[in-house]
């Protein structure tokens, strides 16, 4: 397990050390990890995700506000959450919103989560999910992320 963490913080630091050359559209990926107090689940949990961004750089080399969308699961105290969010900021830093899902005791319900986290290959991430109205969980936590890129010129 140590080898593997190894082999993906080199990989993403280098990624993220040559995107930062050049615009492109990024792909990213890893685990995640929060402490889940308050709502109706509190709790450690654990999940992956997989986003998609598309980084614009200005003229001066600086980069403007980008956009993405990443979708995920997240497993806590035996409860499955899947998720996606409208993100925007930048791989390195940003926040994201969009609706959760979980089967529920009558079917699927749906909810609401926004995420804001800063890092380069290790985040801290804060996240609020409210499944029903008035029970909000609030979730700090880290994730591991991976990042491949593709520049534009392959378009």
């Known amino acids: 397990m140590k080898y593997f963490a190894l082999i993906l913080a080199i990989i993403s630091s280098t990624a993220y050390a040559e995107s930062y050359h050049f615009e492109g559209r990024w792909l990213t990926f890893g685990p995640n990890f929060q402490y889940h107090f308050g709502g109706t689940n509190p709790g450690f949990g654990w999940g992956l995700e ?45 926040v994201s919103m969009g609706p959760v899902f979980t089967k529920g005791s009558q079917g699927i319900d749906i909810g609401m989560q926004g995420s804001g986290w800063i890092g380069a290959f290790a985040y801290l991430d804060l996240r609020m999910r409210e499944m029903k109205i008035g029970s909000m969980d609030y979730s700090p936590g880290l994730f591991l992320r991976g990042a491949c890129m593709s520049p534009d010129e392959y378009y």
């Open 50 to 94: 997989i986003g998609y961004w598309n980084l614009r750089e200005q003229d001066d080399g600086s980069f403007e506000m980008s956009y993405g969308i990443d979708v995920g699961f997240e497993n806590i105290q035996k409860q499955k959450y899947w998720y996606t969010e409208a993100q925007i900021g930048t791989p390195v830093i940003g």
